[in-house]
């Protein structure tokens, strides 16, 4: 299939294999693109065996541009393989880029469906943005689009739908049906969610807006995601333009899940209040496959729109989540990192019921540090009302995970973590404390924190850039309190 590649496809790829980056100036264990700049997970998907995962790519340099589709596949969530560059924004219907969108398997064939955007001029000289959606198909490295492209346009829409904001298809199979949610937004700039159906994934019918932002969730909804998961059905957007309620959705972009019924003969999607699905400073966007042994597994792109804080002198920028098993537990979606991760834990140290007191200095524990770990705390007693963990720590910097028990509030505080830009540098939760105390599990891979409480009832997620000799853990709180630790490093094959 190579000779179909255009010249913007074959230079990408040229590009990609002569700069791509050092693997020891990236994270162990979380993907990365070789080169430039990645945002939105794209195409995960189940095929041939493997496990897919496209990404919103720009390879020339570490700030969004023209968007190609990137291209790596893994067989267990953690070892991933660098593929060439899949898609080029090369068509008159995707010459502004090839935007975010999903995959399928069917009939031995990779399908590929994503937004193309394009513009044109109207007759009163204005530039006007269209967004429609395309099909490419494949055989697991090389893509062609479909020659009747694009698949759906908006005149499909209801009247009043946006032609200039509607994108990221997320298409899936269902008995002898292909099914397809895309972001949409209606005449007064609010979020919907457009559900097509299609009997070949080429002709494509609209059926119903799924679901609405009524002027609640944001504006613009964008990848939205629609499956069943534990007898529920879960839908995922990804707002832009929120403001915050408290501690929830915070301001811009964020990501919101709402748990409903969906009847599938009317279409009719019955749901509850959205609530965030991650409460870090860095993620969105996120997608979700279903495993081959029923898993459902969520990635999401481990930054976010307003808070750009690459460092000048990196030669990539952006990064995926560990991908997340998902669950519904008592009416709340619970994630937890894959389990295959557990296969590259190495070097196990473990205390029992350490205990701290006030009359101590922050403490440290032999063999708990790193910056590429996996990591346990349980929080069982004392009656402290302050709990501190500083991580990539050293003398000038850390990474504080602070637990305010009075108020129930996790926080992340990355104001010494690096950073060289005016940018957010805190977010706060709440949590709750179970019969068995506080549990705080914190996945660290160089430049990530992602932590999960309570086995995953919440995840806060952030990015840090903290110099990578950081990397001393240190425990402290205002009183006293015990605690027990489980530390794996993580190590992968060479
Ligand atoms: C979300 C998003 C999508 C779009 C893509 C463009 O982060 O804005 O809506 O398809 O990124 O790169």
């Known amino acids: ?38 945002n939105d997970p794209n195409g995960f998907s189940y ?38 560059c899949a898609l080029a924004p090369d068509t008159a219907y995707d010459g502004q880029g090839c935007f975010s969108g999903s995959a399928v398997e069917h009939e031995g064939k990779h399908i590929l469906m994503y937004t193309g955007v394009s513009e044109k001029q109207s007759s009163d000289g204005r530039v006007e943005v269209l967004q ?47 099914y397809a949610v895309i972001g949409s937004k209606d005449t007064d700039g609010n979020g919907q969610i457009a559900l097509f159906s299609s009997k070949d994934a080429y002709d494509w019918k609209f059926e119903k807006m799924l679901d609405y932002c009524k002027g609640e969730y944001g504006k613009m909804w964008e ?66 496959i279903q495993a081959a042994d029923g898993r459902r597994i969520m990635i999401g792109w481990l930054q976010n729109w307003d808070n750009y804080i690459t460092p000048e002198e990196s030669e990539w920028s952006g990064m995926m989540t560990i991908p997340r098993e998902l669950s519904v537990k008592d009416g709340k979606l ?26 101590q200095n922050r403490i440290s524990l032999d063999g708990i540090k790193g910056r590429c770990l996996d990591m346990t705390i349980d929080i069982e007693s004392g009656d402290f009302e302050e709990f501190h963990i500083e991580l990539a720590a050293d003398e000038k910097n850390c990474t504080r995970l602070s637990y305010d028990r009075k108020k129930k509030i996790i926080t992340t505080d990355r104001t010494y973590s690096g950073l060289r830009k005016d940018v957010i540098t805190s977010r706060s939760m709440y949590v709750r404390e179970t019969d068995h105390g506080l549990r705080l599990r914190v996945l660290l891979d160089k430049y990530c924190i992602e932590l999960f ?40 094959p060479e």
């Open 1 to 38: 299939m190579q000779e179909t590649r255009t010249e913007q496809l074959s230079r990408a790829i040229a590009y990609e294999t002569e700069h791509c980056a050092p693997k020891e100036a990236k994270p162990l264990f979380h993907v990365t693109p070789p080169v430039g700049w990645i």
């Open 223 to 288: 990848c939205p995601d629609f499956f069943e998961l534990d007898g529920h059905h879960v839908l995922l957007v990804s707002p832009q333009f929120m403001q915050a309620q408290g501690l929830e959705f915070h301001s811009g972009n964020g990501t919101v899940y709402f748990i409903g019924n969906y009847d599938r003969e009317s279409f009719e999607f019955t749901r509850g209040n959205g609530c965030q699905v991650d409460y870090g400073m860095d993620f969105y966007a996120p997608q979700t």
């Open 132 to 178: 429609t959606q395309s099909i490419a198909v494949g055989d697991g490295i090389s893509y062609v689009k479909y020659e009747n492209n694009p698949v759906i346009t908006a005149e499909k829409l209801p009247k009043g739908s946006s032609a200039a904001d509607f994108r990221d298809p997320k298409i899936w199979k269902e008995q002898d049906s292909f």
């Open 334 to 359: 619970v994630q937890v990192p894959v389990r295959e991760l557990e296969n590259y834990h190495n070097n196990r140290i473990s205390y029992r019921q350490i205990k701290l007191s006030e009359n």
């Open 47 to 84: 095929y041939k065996g493997e496990y897919h995962l496209f990404y919103q790519y720009h390879p020339y340099s570490t700030q969004w541009g023209p968007m190609h589709w990137g291209h790596c596949k893994t067989k267990d969530f953690v070892v991933w393989e660098q593929l060439p």
């Open 453 to 492: 409480v309570n086995d995953g009832e919440q995840a806060m997620t952030s990015l840090v850039y903290t110099p990578l000799s950081a990397e001393n853990i240190y425990f402290s709180c205002d009183s006293n309190a015990v605690f027990s630790i489980t530390k794996y490093e993580i190590k992968m």
